[in-house]
């Protein structure tokens, strides 16, 4: 995928770390609320899986120490410079076993790449594998098969010497999951701007689906959570579960 390989040193560019604060401080504040009252002088763990360049997990660094993950080494690059203190692991969400605990797992929209139902029940058992007992799991997809609808995206950002335009449009995918047609803009300096183009492939599930998950994985759900992003004109479902008891 461009934008995470060959194109990750423009991502900053499209994306940048303020971007983030409002949908991650609604993470956090899920987090600290499911988790309860931290102890003195002590930082709870976190374990993101699909970590991307950890934008969200940015905002995270005072109140957890961080072990951040991801498919890609350049985007792993990305996430040493937005949390310098977090332990970075190349690795899948489905198969990573790390043969240690944490008291939270966070995974947001790098889930959106699990077509499958038993990539998603894989994903899970990670998550169950990585969490203590009484544990706290907050999953965050684009979107759930309720609130799917076509959509386009674009935006245009510059600086300095380089300039980004971005293109999205995303429609239904006969498997039933969802493509995003993707075309980029780049240019840099007095160089001609050069136009990239793909498509990603994302699975779609019912909110019956990923409850029914959840529980093959040994969750149970706490009350689920929908917020509106001040940017995003729809719902956005967060899915929050307790790893075993209490």
Not at 17 to 33: C, G, Q, S, V
Request: proline content about 6%; overall charge negative; hydrophobic content about 40%.
């Amino acid at each position: 995928m461009l934008l995470y390989t060959t194109l990750a040193s423009w991502y900053p560019l499209l994306t940048p770390l303020e971007n983030y604060e409002e949908e991650a401080a609604t993470f956090r504040k899920i987090f600290l609320d499911a988790l309860g009252e931290r102890p003195q002088g002590h930082r709870w763990s976190l374990l993101e899986l699909g970590a991307g360049a950890g934008h969200n997990t940015h905002f995270f660094q005072e109140d957890f120490a961080l072990v951040l993950t991801d498919l890609s080494p350049e985007m792993l690059r990305l996430a040493a410079q937005s949390c310098p203190d977090a332990r970075l692991v190349q690795g899948d969400m489905r198969s990573l076993r790390l043969e240690t605990t944490f008291d939270a797992v966070f995974v947001h929209d790098a889930v959106s790449y699990l077509r499958r139902p038993e990539e998603l029940d894989a994903m899970l058992a990670t998550a169950a594998a990585h969490l203590r007992p009484g544990g706290v799991l907050v999953v965050a997809p684009d979107y759930v098969a309720e609130t799917f609808a076509p959509e386009y995206e674009e935006d245009s950002v510059d600086e300095g010497e380089r300039s980004f335009r971005y293109h999205a449009w995303v429609n239904p995918a006969d498997d039933e999951g969802y493509s995003v047609d993707y075309v980029y803009i780049t240019r840099a300096g007095d160089q001609p701007p050069q136009v990239h183009q793909e498509r990603h492939l994302e699975g779609l599930f019912s909110r019956a689906s990923w409850e029914q998950a959840l529980r093959r994985a040994g969750f149970s759900r706490l009350p689920p959570h929908h917020w509106r992003h001040s940017e995003v004109d729809r719902d956005l479902d967060i899915f929050v579960a307790r790893h075993g008891g209490k």
